[in-house]
């Protein structure tokens, strides 16, 4: 079985600065991970993902993620925000393999609010 | 089509009634998920539908909830008697092929509202 947890719920930060959204899952299984972003009134958009090879994954918007298997994480980080990055941050994991391969299991969410 | 498109946007409804809930995936996709978001939490898998086999249904919350998928195309969630708990937003999401490397892509969402 798997499990996502999302660290922050909420995560506040001024325009241009940094910033990091925690992700850690579990699972008996290899896993890929996603991270989804969700725009207000929008539906979900994938953002990056991790299937293999190198464990920074570079994604749109200049975001990037590290993958951690020993400390089962897949933190998103930003060097520099806008205020258009407003949005709801989803990490999701799926199975590699047997019977959840392809279904998504997402955490909670993070909530970043960008200001000027 | 250019994306995955639901139908309707927004549905409000009286306890006890039926609803249903339309998705067409983007077109060749053979795979189709329904997910569940709940206010302020996650979104929740519901049900797969993987080409011609039997569908994954391991996570419909009760027997109220079915769906249905013609083919490759269209599907449909149905929740009978609803109930307030059913209030949530409803995606459906398709991709190329099973699995992780198949990139999900979702649709803009129904939000039920049961009164």
């Known amino acids: 079985a798997q499990s996502v947890t999302q660290l922050d719920s909420q995560v506040p930060v001024f325009e241009e600065a940094p910033v990091e959204l925690r992700c850690n899952y579990s699972?008996?299984?290899?896993?890929?991970l996603f991270w989804y972003v969700q725009y207000p009134n929008q539906g979900l958009q994938l953002l990056l993902k991790?299937?293999?090879?190198?464990?920074l994954v570079k994604g749109i918007n200049g975001f990037e993620a590290e993958f951690n298997k020993s400390q089962t994480s897949f933190h998103l980080r930003k060097p520099s925000v806008h205020i258009s990055d407003t949005a709801e941050y989803f990490c999701?994991?799926?199975?590699?393999?047997?019977?959840?391969?392809?279904?998504?299991?997402f955490g909670a969410g993070t909530q970043v609010v960008v200001t000027p | 089509g250019a994306g995955v498109s639901q139908s309707p946007s927004n549905k409000v409804t009286e306890k006890g009634k039926d609803v249903e809930l339309r998705c067409d995936p983007i077109?060749?996709?053979?795979?189709l998920y329904w997910y569940r978001q709940r206010l302020g939490q996650g979104l929740e898998f519901l049900i797969y539908?993987?080409?011609?086999?039997?569908?994954?249904k391991s996570g419909l919350p009760s027997d109220r909830f079915s769906a249905e998928r013609t083919g490759e195309s269209v599907s449909t969630l149905t929740i009978q008697r609803t109930q307030q708990e059913d209030s949530a937003v409803y995606l459906c999401?398709?991709?190329?092929?099973?699995?992780?490397?198949?990139?999900?892509?979702f649709g803009p969402g129904t939000r039920l509202t049961v009164l």
């Open positions: 999401a398709s991709s190329l092929t099973r699995g992780g490397l198949g990139e999900q892509f």
């Open positions: 699972s008996s299984v290899s896993v890929y």
């Open positions: 991790y299937l293999s090879g190198s464990t």
């Open positions: 999701a994991v799926s199975d590699r393999g047997g019977d959840s391969w392809g279904k998504l299991q």
């Open positions: 077109s060749g996709h053979t795979a």
């Open positions: 539908f993987q080409g011609n086999s039997a569908p994954d």
